[in-house]
């Protein structure tokens, strides 16, 4: 049996400023599976589990961006939370 890991790249996000659009592309850049929703966005990692949602807002409160990143980093993200 071949086993292939997904290497992700290790992040820096900042939770004081941060938007919708901005967690998109951490989680494309993760490797994560973006999924369309009426309200919310919902990312799958690679086996179609569900990893965390993400609202769509201009700009998100930080302990929600807080919570949406750690959510990645139980999935195998590296991002540093600052």
């Given amino acids: 049996m071949i086993l292939t890991l997904l290497k992700m790249k290790r992040l820096s996000v900042k939770t004081t400023d941060c938007s919708c659009d901005r967690l998109l592309k951490v989680a494309e850049k993760c490797g ?3 999924k369309n929703g009426a309200n919310h966005y919902r990312v799958l990692n690679q086996k179609g589990c569900p990893v965390t949602v993400i609202p769509r807002h201009n700009k998100l409160k ?7 990143l750690e959510g990645f980093n ?5 991002i540093d939370i600052i």
């Fill in 62 to 68: 930080r302990y929600t961006v807080k919570g949406i």
């Fill in 32 to 34: 994560f599976i973006i």
């Fill in 74 to 78: 139980k999935f195998g993200a590296d």
